[in-house]
């Protein structure tokens, strides 16, 4: 099965840099692209970014300019790195993978960040 397993989530402080990787392993085959959602308490989970095969990205309007999303050429792996980090950044982040021959959503177990002084 396909597995994905987030690292790198930890405290930081306000105005901080944090990365988070994902890498995915199992019976991947193409994977059409990957990316990262994070939930906060009493919120919904949201799209924080996202990047396909080919290296296009999306980003959520609220870490444009702050997060930069990209993957490694020779293994299915994703990578977050955020920077001017905020309290509201604070969440369980979330990497996924979608597949070219089964496009739902498969999903890692999270990885919690967390922005206080």
């Known amino acids: 099965q396909v597995q994905l397993v987030e690292s790198g989530g930890e405290m930081v402080q306000p105005g901080g840099s944090l990365a988070l990787s994902c890498s995915v392993s199992g019976s991947v085959g193409s994977i059409r692209s990957m990316g990262w959602y994070r939930q906060a308490p009493d919120k919904d989970r949201e799209l924080v970014a996202g990047?396909?095969?080919?290296?296009?990205?999306t980003y959520a309007d609220f870490v444009k300019g702050r997060f930069t999303i990209s993957k490694t050429h020779t293994k299915d792996a994703v990578y977050l790195q955020m920077t001017s980090l905020k309290a509201e950044d604070t969440a369980v982040y979330y990497c996924y993978a979608k597949l070219m021959s089964d496009d739902k959503f498969y999903w890692g177990r999270g990885t919690q960040v967390t922005v206080s002084s």
């Open positions: 990047i396909t095969h080919f290296g296009d990205t």
